[in-house]
């Protein structure tokens, strides 16, 4: 099934055929006005020179102004074999129809609402016929079944005619069309975006990145350049504000050798308030008791700190170099880039 980008909006079409496998462009008036536009002929010029087909209005109240309009366009730069001329149906336009299709060109017949309207522009020759399922179904009507009836018309007659599903409003429609086996859809830059997108890939593929980080990133690697190191000797007001000044939730209590001891945490120095009320403030770190601290080193890999981390359920591991207190791994970093 062909793959159209409906849009005039310059910047979005710049940046949605940089994916590479978009078929071309639809695009209408309206659009055109919507964005702004006052020179149409040099938007449509550079709108041609960016994508590979270009769907393009030939406006005209008879059959021998489209072909006149048809016929401008291409004499002022537009390729033939590059562009297809979008006439709304009507008995002038599916006359206009037959002309250009005669002269070798591409014409897509659009705003068609009934299969009587989609079989009188198959019978003109049409390259395209368009049905408007997003309008169609503003209306209450069963436009799926239209564009099944047309699918069902083309395979069964032999049309040499590709059904083009249109007004596309959201997701959905793109499984529509393929359900209704259209040869061509035209959606919008913001649906066509999302069409990728669905939550339990995004956690799959999180997780892949989270298990490769695991296994190839060494802790030296995940941590940041602040070592909050506090010697024993510090009071405990003094190693409140030290919490602050590192802007870590801890820090690492050292000897006078700087071999680390404990480690002082916000959560320590609640549990003492409580337990001994605010004189708790006025001791040192020495006259507390630590438990040794949970210790990895700087070359070993992620994965070993998130078995630690896991093992001992803790938030925060001390990094060492040899024994000696160089950083501090929060459990955050283990999935940061």
């Known amino acids: 099934m062909e793959l159209y980008l409906d849009s005039a909006d310059l910047n979005e079409i710049q940046e949605a055929f940089k994916i590479g496998f978009i078929t071309g462009l639809t695009t209408t008036p309206t659009f055109m006005h919507r964005h702004g536009v006052t020179d149409i002929d040099s938007l449509i010029l550079q709108l041609a020179a960016i994508v590979p087909v270009l769907q393009v209005e030939a406006l005209g109240k008879t059959a021998e102004e489209i072909v006149a309009e048809a016929h401008r366009q291409v004499k002022m730069g537009l390729d033939p074999k590059k562009t297809v001329f979008k006439i709304p149906v009507s008995l002038e336009g599916l006359k206009a129809c037959r002309q250009l299709v005669n002269e070798g060109m591409m014409v897509n017949v659009h ?10 522009a198959m019978q003109a020759g049409a390259t395209y016929v368009c ?31 590709k059904i083009m599903f249109s007004s596309v409003r959201y997701a959905e429609h793109v499984r529509n069309a393929l359900d209704a086996g259209v040869h061509t859809i035209t959606v919008p830059w913001k649906i066509m975006k ?7 890939t995004k956690l799959g593929t999180d997780q892949f990145f989270e298990h490769t980080r695991l296994m190839t990133v060494k802790v030296k690697d995940a941590i940041n350049n602040v070592n909050p190191l506090v010697p024993v000797t510090t009071s405990v007001t003094d190693a409140l504000v030290k919490l602050t000044e590192f802007g870590f939730g801890c820090v690492t209590v050292t000897d006078a050798s700087g071999k680390a001891v404990g480690v002082f945490t916000d959560g320590t120095l609640r549990r003492l308030l409580q337990e001994q009320g605010k004189d708790v403030l006025n001791k040192k770190l020495s006259d507390l008791t630590f438990n040794p601290p949970f210790t990895v080193e700087v070359n070993d890999l992620l994965n070993v700190a998130s078995k630690l981390f896991n093992q001992h359920q803790v938030d925060t591991l001390v990094v060492t170099d040899n024994g000696k207190p160089v950083g501090m791994l929060d459990i955050q970093n283990l999935n940061e880039d």
């Open 111 to 120: 705003l068609v609402y009934t299969i009587q309207q989609a079989y009188m």
């Open 131 to 161: 049905p408007l399922v997003g309008r169609l179904q503003d209306q209450g009507t069963d436009a799926l079944s239209l564009v099944r009836d047309c699918v069902d018309a083309v395979n069964h007659y032999g049309y040499n005619t």
């Open 194 to 200: 999302a069409l990728t997108e669905n939550n339990f």
